[in-house]
């Protein structure tokens, strides 16, 4: 136990309570903060990031409204580098009483906002995505404010006058001795010790957890808890924030903060500030709401959403937490409960959290009997990054540019490098994921830190040079805590992001795979799955790009195949093989890019966690309706031996059988089942014990060999990580994967790598790289490297794009092409029309118009919902994207995913169900239409490691059977 | 992001950022990235850059401008983000916002005007030529205006091509009426283009019109000179919008004009009146429409040309987004072997390569193309796009020529210039 003395406890560090803490410091006092989990991580991080004029409260509640601008004033004064001035807007929308006009506007007159009507032309012609039905539009001083950089400021302003904060400092109860709560035991959960803080004042700055703590000492008090849900959209459609000229309401404001655009809020009363969900009806609300804002909100991206809980103080639980007033309340215990030494500050607005804690330190100054003014409203914060006045949206760009950083991106979706985060972790002390993204905001955008999280990971494990468990279960947790934002609103495109996220991290990463436990005490509390079954109404998906196009002629062939992955390539080969003039059609490149470049065949039994030792084996446990079983064992044999030889043929052998499962590593040193891995892998193979050195290459962040190896390690391997320092690679700013690729076939290069890898010193029998040795000539690259440093060299996938994918790929368009095949890329297909008389068309999409290739059959290769070829709207509807052909039954839209993010998803299994032959049992436009691979019913292939062997058996039939059908056509 | 000009239904394209899953799909296409680093690469510029941009914004960009438009980028998407015009937008933004010295400003003008200059020379091309050829004048126009002294300048190839249609007899058009939309190019250095698409047309039955006609604004685009720009397709659109009421079919041998007509200008400028959008619609690449006619049965009559010709379609061309038509129709000739260059960008990009400070990137980029070109060892190359013909050319010394001098050769009409060369061994 430790024990800690203090002059002034506060407890709470979001907004209020490092306000409390930067002013008691700055009034000289000996103040200490304890937080149960990081800082913002309760309310302050959980809010829209408005900076209220104070224009919202004005008819409601004038006494918080005046609190507003008084504050808006000051905070703009002493923190402008964590504000973007984006001005708000107050609109009249046709939902909106012009009666209300009057009201607003004395409101505004009488607490001091300065407000101006401009005409509605000229508020479209600021913000010409607003609803051009607006009647009028009053301009007051809103902003956006980043709450997490703001508080970080605060905090380092209170440290920098002496004060003490202890994030993932868990107060578990206060001590009360006679008369007087003189401190708090608490736990310090990072440590995992007991903590005694004694204090002669206790302040209690915990928002809607204030009536808990005081509970602990025998006080009682009501802090409703009052839940917002908010709504994130993809980019910023508005640049001002819009509030509906109106009461306050739920769904009434449009907050653009930093990248995104946020649609708020709800306002539910729930029992626990812990727990709570997010409920469908919400972000439907949200999303219609937001409509009569912004026409056509509601089919843009929805990111994710999320709920805060605001806490509503008043004496008497009201009925509406709306009702409650949303000006803050201080209580002095002795006054109201006699007892000494314990002040609890609640309520109130994000915005004024400086004068909340002015107050209580006055109050703090009065019960310590000192006399001394607050001077927080005179100096500014202190921020290492930027003294230029507002942030800005193009802020973040306009530094990498200007410093050309963009080599160093970790988060490339909001543009948070390298630099940033290893300041987050030293000087933040970061612990988790969430910790870095609160201090640097990373993981929040599109892809939902797809890419940036693997990096963090490493670093986190590179700085903290701590257990690799720890930087497992940070990876994890944060997973885990991104699928609960996205889980109320996974369709669309982020359907097929999470999908793509779950190829990356389930399969390609295996991250479910690394050692350590699921969850550790560090985990952000606050989840329950949605309960509620009422259904989102359908969003618009598909807008076509060009209202009526024309159709004009373009390629007949025997065969047509819609999709360049994997399914697609392998079908148009062999029907090439057998005879048939064949063309495939493609929007754009297929999954082949984003995975391993192996060819997984069957890794994983549902219901088990061990990976298959002997797919062979494990085939007869499939069920009848997965693709293996509808096109037979026979058929998955042939195109197995077919693409060996022709992989074998090209010069890129792959090694293995049906017969055993290589087991190889992966880019974060899980093992991972494969069937046949190219001869550039194999040696990596984990079924061999023998020791091994893991070789990244400094500049390029999708390895961290030291992460790989510590997991190997724990996995029994002896393994070392080291990364080099190769010149040719430190001259470019920026390097990928493939650019790598090319300097690896390259001897210098090779040379280069060598002589790098000689100055570090390590060596051992196998030598891991990441898997960018060579494009076109990688066995060749390998044995090279193999020969000179006298071990035997194998590469490991990394985060996409993938080379060993893009060596596949190349080799199956060529052997298409050498058949006299044609693959067009670019070329989406929209629909089939089987109405004419002589075959069946894909129709496509052109500049301006729409085209035609007329075949005798199809094959649709458009991989559900990976590849595109299944979309899920709002509503919970899944369709085929280019026939419409029915998709399997897989339940309403809160049937389609577990809870947790690693569990059995049950959309992922969704696609079209066939008969033997592979014809779509319903809804086929066309006898002749076949499909093949991942738009296939019945399995789901990331989860299972089926994804490459499925497209391959499904391509060998489907391609097969569109050549026989179309060529017997012919020659009838 | 915004103009409210757009119909419903027509998606701006900074909106199709939204599509993106940050697949990196993009990152391996780009042949700009690879050969400088001075341009991160699409993802970056495109769907992540997109959303730290906003009109009512200073324009936080300035790698943005290395993006030569290629569109590699585009077709290799799986989502139908439009990159490349996210990126010309986000140029064009920086130009109104001054990120451009007075100097880039002028030569970039100067470049995005081809009809003007080449009308500028047309009275002296003799001497025009001679100044283009000569290393001091070149080297001059690279201290003046940074264009590079040894990017491949055009040269007059006779008299300006409408006074050669102009003093023609008019020629009846059984098949009907075909309006031919000429590329400055056309007009002034590759005349024989010209001469053999109106001898084809006219051999297939058709009456052909050739309209008054600005430059179709392409290279103001890729410079970030919308205002201008939107005049030139205006005045295009004013041009040829009769023709489209009266159903004829605008046909070019350009495949970046018939793209900027079809779809750069209207998504660029959101400019999607009912005028723009029928011209659109009826606007055909030579290619395009000739393979419609081969559907119909009406491209008959291919006489056999026993060679092997090494063929690039460009990315303008691949940007129709109709597969490769050329490559269809020149299968329809006899004996012929078309070889597929398999590589991506030539490097010129329009415009992009005559600068000093990208000349480079351009030869980095176009050596696949070189080299299968000079493996390849025909007397002749054929590419679709003039500025990519020009630059093959520089890059390998093989004179490159139009598919359609191809099908024009194989149907017996009249061929000029280094295919008529190439073909004299043959007869």
Avoid at chain 1, 428 to 441: E, H, M
Avoid at chain 1, 630 to 642: E, M, N, P
Wanted: aromatic share 6%.
């Amino acid at each position: 136990m430790r024990k800690h003395e203090t002059e002034v406890l506060v407890v709470g560090g979001g907004a209020t309570g490092t306000g409390v803490l930067r002013d008691l410091a700055m009034r000289g006092f000996d103040a200490t903060l304890v937080e149960q989990r990081d800082l913002t991580h309760g309310t302050t991080g959980r809010f829209h990031g408005l900076l209220h004029s104070g224009g919202r409260y004005v008819v409601k509640d004038p006494e918080a409204a005046v609190e507003c601008i008084e504050e808006n004033r000051v905070l703009r004064r002493i923190m402008p580098h964590c504000i973007e001035d984006t001005s708000g807007f107050f609109v009249v929308t046709p939902w909106d009483d012009e009666d209300f006009i009057p009201d607003f506007l004395a409101g505004c007159r009488a607490a001091g906002i300065p407000t101006a009507e401009i005409p509605v032309a000229e508020a479209l012609r600021r913000e010409p995505l607003l609803n051009p039905g607006i009647s009028h539009c009053f301009e007051v001083p809103d902003a956006s404010a980043d709450a997490f950089l703001a508080t970080q400021a605060t905090v380092e302003s209170a440290r920098q006058h002496g004060a003490t904060a202890f994030p993932y400092h868990e107060v578990r109860t206060l001590i009360r001795s006679g008369d007087r709560v003189v401190g708090a035991r608490c736990r310090d959960l990072v440590g995992g010790e007991d903590v005694v803080i004694t204090a002669d004042l206790v302040i209690n700055a915990t928002g809607a957890w204030a009536g808990r703590i005081a509970a602990s000492v025998g006080i009682d008090f009501v802090v409703q808890a009052g839940k917002g849900t908010m709504v994130a959209i993809n980019h910023r459609m508005l640049n001002t924030v819009v509030n509906r000229c109106k009461m306050p309401a739920d769904g009434d404001i449009i907050v653009p903060i930093r990248t995104v655009a946020v649609i708020g809020t709800t306002d539910e009363g729930v029992p626990d500030p812990e727990r709570f969900s997010v409920e469908p009806w919400e972000v439907q609300l949200m999303l219609e709401e937001g409509e009569k804002l912004v026409p056509g909100i509601s089919g843009m991206r929805v990111l994710r959403a999320w709920a805060g809980v605001r806490p509503l103080y008043q004496e008497e639980a009201a009925e509406d937490t709306r009702d409650v007033t949303r000006a803050y309340a201080l209580l002095d215990h002795a006054a109201r409960d006699g007892v000494e030494g314990f002040l609890t500050i609640t309520g109130g607005k994000w915005g004024t959290f400086r004068q909340m804690a002015e107050v209580t330190v006055d109050s703090a100054c009065r019960k310590l009997g000192v006399d001394r003014a607050c001077r927080t409203h005179l100096e500014e914060l202190p921020d290492r990054r930027n003294r230029e006045g507002y942030h800005w949206l193009g802020e973040r760009l306009a530094r990498i540019e200007k410093e050309e950083d963009y080599g160093d991106l970790v988060c490339e979706c909001e543009l948070a490098t390298r630099a940033d985060v290893v300041r987050a972790i030293h000087e933040g002390d970061a612990r988790t994921i969430d910790d870095v993204r609160r201090d640097v905001r990373l993981g929040m955008g599109p892809c939902q830190g797809g890419w940036c999280l693997p990096r963090v990971a490493g670093l986190l494990h590179e700085v903290r040079r701590s257990p690799v468990v720890d930087a497992n279960v940070a990876l994890r947790e944060f997973l885990q805590e991104r699928w609960k934002g996205l889980l109320p609103v996974v369709w669309g495109r982020q359907l097929h992001q999470a999908r793509l996220d779950d190829l990356i991290f389930r399969s390609l990463l295996h991250v479910g795979a690394l050692p350590g436990p699921a969850s550790s005490p560090l985990g952000p509390v606050m989840y329950e799955r949605p309960t509620d079954e009422t259904t989102v109404e359908a969003a618009p998906t598909r807008t076509p790009h060009h209202a009526t196009e024309p159709v004009v002629a373009g390629v007949d062939r025997d065969v047509v195949v819609v999709g360049g992955g994997l399914g697609g390539l392998s079908a148009a080969w062999h029907a090439t093989l057998a005879g048939a003039s064949t063309v495939v059609v493609t929007k754009g490149l297929g999954s082949l890019i984003w995975h391993t470049g192996c060819v997984d065949v069957l890794g994983y039994l549902a219901g088990f966690d061990e990976p298959v030792e002997s797919p062979a084996a494990a085939l007869d446990r499939l069920p009848a309706d997965h693709p293996y079983a509808i096109v037979g064992r026979d058929a998955l044999s042939r195109a197995i031996a077919g693409f060996r030889t022709l992989t074998e043929d090209g010069g890129y052998p792959l090694e293995g059988s049906l017969e055993s499962n290589h087991l190889l590593p992966t880019a974060l040193g899980a093992a991972r089942p494969t069937c046949l891995a190219p001869s550039t892998m194999t040696a990596g193979d984990l079924r061999r014990r023998d020791p091994m050195l893991i070789v990244g290459l400094e500049g390029f962040s999708d390895l961290y060999p030291r992460m790989v190896a510590h997991n190997l390690n724990a996995l029994g391997i002896p393994a070392r990580g080291v990364s080099i320092d190769v010149p040719t690679v430190r001259r470019r700013r920026f390097v990928t994967a493939t650019i790598l690729a090319s300097f690896f076939e390259r001897e210098a290069f090779r040379s280069e790598v060598i002589d790098a890898l000689a100055r570090t010193g390590e060596n051992a029998s196998r030598i891991g790289f990441p898997a960018v040795l060579g494009l076109d000539r990688a066995p060749e690259v390998v044995a090279d490297l193999s020969q000179r440093l006298g071990a035997e060299v194998f590469e490991i996938p990394t985060l996409p794009p993938s080379v060993p994918g893009i060596r596949l790929q190349n080799i199956l368009r060529r052997a298409i092409g050498a058949r006299g095949g044609k693959v067009l890329d670019n070329v989406e297909a929209v629909g089939i029309d089987a109405a004419g008389q002589s075959g069946i068309s894909v129709i496509t999409e052109a500049a301006a118009r729409r085209q035609r290739f007329r075949g005798h059959s199809v094959v649709l290769a458009t991989g559900g919902i990976l590849g595109g070829g299944i979309f899920g709207s709002s509503d919970g509807r899944l369709s085929e994207t280019v026939a419409g052909i029915e998709v399997s039954d897989v339940g309403s839209r809160l049937d389609w995913f577990g809870r947790r993010v690693g569990e059995y998803h049950p959309v992922f299994q969704a696609g079209v169900e066939t008969s033997s032959d592979l014809r779509p049992r319903a809804g086929s436009p066309h006898p002749n239409v076949f499909v093949a691979g991942g738009l296939l019913a019945g399995a789901d292939p990331i989860r299972e490691g089926s994804l490459e062997g499925i497209a391959l058996a499904t391509g060998y039939a489907a391609g097969a059977a569109a050549a026989s059908v179309a060529t017997s056509r012919v020659a009838s | 992001m915004t103009q409210a000009s757009r119909p419903i239904g027509v998606v701006p394209v900074e909106a199709t950022l939204d599509n993106c899953i940050k697949c990196n799909i993009c990152v391996t296409a780009c042949p700009v990235a690879p050969v400088t680093d001075l341009f991160p690469g699409p993802k970056y510029e495109g769907p992540q850059a997109g959303r730290f941009r906003h009109d009512s914004q200073p324009s936080p960009d300035r790698s943005v401008d290395y993006c030569s438009g290629c569109r590699m980028c585009n077709e290799v998407c799986p989502t139908g983000v439009r990159i490349a015009e996210i990126n010309a937008r986000a140029r064009a933004a920086m130009v109104a916002d001054g990120a451009f010295g007075r100097r880039a400003r002028l030569r970039n003008n100067l470049l995005a005007r081809p009809l003007i200059l080449g009308d500028l020379g047309a009275p002296a091309p003799g001497l025009v030529n001679w100044l283009f050829s000569f290393a001091p004048t070149r080297w001059m126009a690279e201290k003046l205006f940074a264009i590079d002294r040894r990017a491949p300048l055009p040269l007059y190839d006779g008299p300006r091509f409408r006074r050669w249609f102009a003093s023609r007899p008019a020629v009846g058009g059984k098949a009907g009426t075909i309006v031919y939309f000429t590329a400055c190019s056309t007009e002034h250095y590759e005349t024989r283009v010209g001469r053999a698409t109106v001898r084809l047309l006219e051999h297939l039955g058709f009456q052909v019109i050739v309209p008054e006609a600005r430059c179709c604004g392409l290279p103001l685009l890729s410079n970030g000179e919308f205002p201008a720009a939107r005049r030139y397709h205006r005045a295009n659109v004013d041009s040829l919008i009769a023709h489209a009421r009266a159903g004829r079919a605008i046909v070019g041998t350009s495949t970046s004009c018939t793209l900027t007509l079809k779809e750069e200008a209207p998504d660029l400028l959101d400019v999607h009146d009912d005028d723009s959008s029928l011209v659109a619609a009826h606007t055909f690449d030579i290619h395009e429409f000739l393979l419609g006619l081969a559907a119909e049965g009406a491209l008959t009559g291919m006489q056999p040309l026993p060679m092997r010709l090494p063929y690039h379609p460009p990315c303008q061309y691949r940007a129709h987004r109709l597969g490769i038509p050329a490559t269809e129709v020149m299968r329809l000739v006899p004996d012929l072997e078309v070889v597929e260059s398999g590589v991506g960008c030539c490097g010129i990009a329009g415009t992009y390569a005559y600068k000093t400070e990208k000349y480079q990137i351009g030869m980095d980029v176009g050596r696949p193309l070189f080299e299968f070109v000079a493996r390849e060892g025909a007397p002749v190359v054929a590419c679709d796009s003039e500025t990519c013909r020009w630059q093959i050319t520089h890059g390998t010394g093989v004179p490159a020529i139009h598919p359609v001098e191809i099908v024009a050769a194989a149907l017996g009409v009249e061929v000029e210039g280094p295919l008529a060369d190439a073909l004299r061994p043959l007869y």
